[in-house]
């Protein structure tokens, strides 16, 4: 794997668009409208932009995978910051789904632990590359990674495919949340 460069980040957008396309959790937030396309897309950019500012952006070695980790520790509210909440907002939340998108946000906020940690954002596959071990191989290299920092992985998922992928890498799910969907939470500890 390799720390992506912001040269990287239509591929970084285009690898998670693709890959979230049908996400739950994604459409929970991301207006539901003729634009929801591009919506989930300016979604990716916001959170490609926040883990450039407050953490990292990794791509596999082929290019085909791809995750964005953020250090909630790191984490400030910059002018930077700002600005890019209110283009989140106007281009993929939409004003009227701002009060679920803050309730959600609130909610996780409040099951995660305040410890230094490695919040795994957002990982995806190429949908036509799935299958092939890219991912596998990436979340291998993420989770080295932050043992090595001696940093715990802390995730969210709505996608029960998952599930035994994520518990195959070490992950414990340690709390489950109902909204409109299922999501479970994962961690894995520094080993």
């Known amino acids: 794997m390799r720390k992506a460069e912001y040269s990287d980040k239509n591929l970084v957008i285009d690898i998670l668009a693709k890959s979230f396309d049908n996400n739950q959790s994604v459409n929970y937030i991301v207006k539901q409208d003729q634009k929801r396309v591009q919506r989930v897309s300016s979604l990716m950019a916001y959170s490609f932009e926040i883990c450039n500012l407050f953490g990292d952006v990794f791509l596999s070695d082929d290019n085909k995978a791809c995750a964005l980790i953020v250090y ?71 989770i080295d990674y932050s043992n090595s920092n001696n940093r715990p992985i802390y995730l969210e998922t709505s996608t029960v495919k998952n599930l035994p992928w994520y518990e195959k890498f070490g992950f414990e799910v340690y709390s489950e949340q109902d909204l409109t969907y299922h999501l479970y939470f994962f961690k894995r500890d520094v080993k």
């Open 72 to 142: 909630p520790d790191k984490k400030k509210t910059t002018l930077k910051s700002t600005l890019l909440d209110i283009k989140l907002i106007l281009q993929s939340v939409g004003p009227g789904n701002i009060s679920k998108a803050l309730k959600r946000e609130k909610l996780i906020s409040s099951i995660q632990p305040k410890i230094q940690m490695a919040y795994l954002w957002f990982i995806g596959v190429d949908p036509v590359a799935q299958g092939r071990g890219s991912g596998s191989k990436l979340l291998q290299e993420i």
